[in-house]
């Protein structure tokens, strides 16, 4: 289908008067006439139009005295159902059609946005940015060589899914969530347990993100993904204990209607009922020093937060001091080769894929392909996450070490109106090579707790020291065996200390994925990540008890 560009102003107008989430005030009024005229997503793929607003866009940036210039044209979807017990709290489709163009002006960048995506708007949008640029007082100050970037001319790619979650209907998809609800409440009422709810938020998202550059790139994405939060809640008689346990049957990430099709609900739902049961009752911990064992996605929050934000390359040099926050491996002449946890069995490095990875890409958002590289190698830094701007200060470290000086595809955004970050999509810290299970880590560990389903992690604005709270199941260890459950255990530790503490990790049987993210810029960027990580066990860790 070929739009027309009345086709796009009208569509970009409707989508500006609305906001972001396109809301159509006739829903308010005359909900039959909005549903017949929603139209939540736009396909860019194949449009020549987008193709010949991209130009413009371009052309206006080069004739205003753009050194290099880039352009992003999104549409997206999501559609959002929320069933709390046995009623439809929410049910939206949400779209969004918007634009941004960046360029490089005597080496200051300049950034400017629309929701009205026509050729006419992108050159208008363009020549501000270009106007933008000269308020930057970096261009007055240094000069900005790009790192080089392979030209892909015509470049296509799309998450890779099974069922099109759109070929089915927002009908379809609550009477399946209602479905998973229904199967928890009933477990509830078989057992006679008072104070059982179901939870369950169910989002499927779609975008299409066309990206050109005056270089002569132009590659078109289209992403899928799914997530979701789905859990049995308990409160006791006196509402004074609560318990919550979340059942493992929904997968997140880059799936499509498979994520949610045959799931054995109520097998789930039984044990997810026992185990909110269990943590209603479970005990506060006492204060005091433990060895902790962490499964994966465990593992996976606290790395996320203390050492993959912590190596992105515009945290490090100070970029986002009064935003997201800095890092404690810095300066990088001081931390590269240098830098060590003093663990030689933490190893992190980044990749371009995972299995159903979140935030997969083919190229990122400047339209270079990520890469597989290492970060850590056996405790010590080697690498940051950088893009095109950032990699060329780190051009005496790569020509030492006989590494090319280019960006490994690791730029990020939270979307086309906002201005491309340090953010990669996929990060991995590698299991060990022997097959240790938990099973071990528990059997040998005399006083100690598991801390298993997740958890929250935290740090200061350097990233030298994190807080953790345990948000899904805990277990306290005495003598190789697990005990009682606990009730939200939560540590404190200053980063190095922490990951130099690690004596055991888990083999491949205790690698996961889990989500995790990045906070940063201004405006406020959320974005979104996979991040990979085995089981691992701790040494003598600060524990308390948080009290809400």
Avoid: C
């Avoid at 396909?43 to 052309?59: E, K, S, T, Y």
């Avoid at 240094?142 to 899914?161: F, H, K, M, S």
């Amino acid at each position: 289908m070929t739009w027309s560009r009345r086709d796009f102003l009208r569509s970009g107008s409707a989508f500006a008067a609305a906001g972001l989430v396109g809301f159509d005030p006739r829903l308010l009024t005359d909900p039959t006439l909005a549903a017949h005229h929603h139209r939540p997503f736009r396909p860019l793929l194949g449009n020549p139009d987008v193709r010949a607003i991209a130009a413009a866009a371009l052309d206006a940036a080069n004739a205003a005295g753009a050194r290099y210039a880039d352009v992003r044209i999104a549409s997206g979807t999501t559609r959002r159902t929320i069933v709390i017990d046995r009623g439809v709290s929410t049910q939206t489709i949400e779209g969004q059609l918007n634009f941004g163009v960046r360029v490089l002006v005597d080496g200051a960048w300049g950034f400017a946005s629309s929701t009205i995506v026509t050729e006419e708007e992108a050159a208008r949008v363009a020549r501000l940015a270009v106007r933008q640029s000269s308020l930057n007082p970096w261009g007055k100050q240094r000069t900005l060589d790009l790192a080089p970037a392979p030209v892909v001319a015509d470049g296509q790619w799309e998450t890779p899914i099974d069922q099109d979650p759109w070929s089915y209907s927002i009908q379809d998809q609550l009477e399946l969530q209602i479905e998973a609800n229904e199967a928890i409440i009933k477990v509830g009422e078989t057992e006679g347990q008072a104070g059982v709810r179901a939870f369950s938020w169910f989002e499927f998202s779609k975008a299409d993100v066309v990206f050109a550059s005056t270089e002569g790139s132009y590659i078109a994405q289209r992403f899928h993904n799914f997530g979701n939060v789905y859990s049995a809640d308990v409160m006791s008689e006196d509402r004074e204990r609560f318990g919550s346990s979340t059942p493992e049957s929904f997968r997140t990430g880059g799936y499509g209607w498979e994520a949610i099709d045959g799931i054995p609900f109520a097998q789930d739902a039984e044990q997810a009922v026992a185990d909110a049961i269990m943590m209603m009752n479970a005990k506060d911990p006492d204060v005091g020093r433990y060895d902790l064992v962490l499964d994966s996605s465990a593992v996976a929050a606290a790395f996320n937060s203390s050492i993959v934000n912590a190596l992105e390359f515009d945290r490090v040099l100070g970029y986002e001091m009064h935003a997201g926050g800095t890092s404690y491996l810095a300066p990088p002449e001081e931390v590269l080769g240098q830098y060590s946890y003093n663990n030689p069995m933490l190893n992190v490095r980044a990749t371009g894929s995972a299995p159903r990875a979140g935030g997969m890409y083919m190229w990122d958002v400047e339209g270079v392909a990520p890469a597989d590289y290492q970060l850590i190698r056996e405790g010590v830094v080697v690498d940051y996450f950088t893009t095109r701007e950032f990699a060329p200060q780190l051009e005496w470290w790569y020509r030492r070490n006989g590494m090319p000086v280019e960006s490994r595809g690791t730029a990020g955004s939270a979307g086309s109106v906002v201005i491309q970050v340090v953010a990669p999509s996929i990060a991995i810290m590698d299991p060990g090579e022997e097959d240790v299970t938990i099973e071990e880590m528990i059997a040998e560990t005399e006083d100690g707790i598991y801390i298993h389903r997740g958890g929250f992690a935290g740090v200061d604005p350097p990233m030298l020291n994190m807080s953790f709270t345990a948000g899904g199941m805990a277990h306290e260890i005495r003598d190789g065996k697990l005990g009682e459950p606990l009730n939200q255990p939560n540590f404190l530790a200053r980063t190095p200390d922490f990951w130099r503490s690690m004596d055991m990790i888990g083999g491949a049987g205790t690698f996961g994925y889990e989500g995790g993210g990045t906070f940063k810029g201004d405006p406020f960027q959320q974005i979104g990540r996979t991040v990979g990580a085995p089981a691992a066990r701790f040494r003598e860790v600060n524990v308390f008890t948080y009290s809400w």
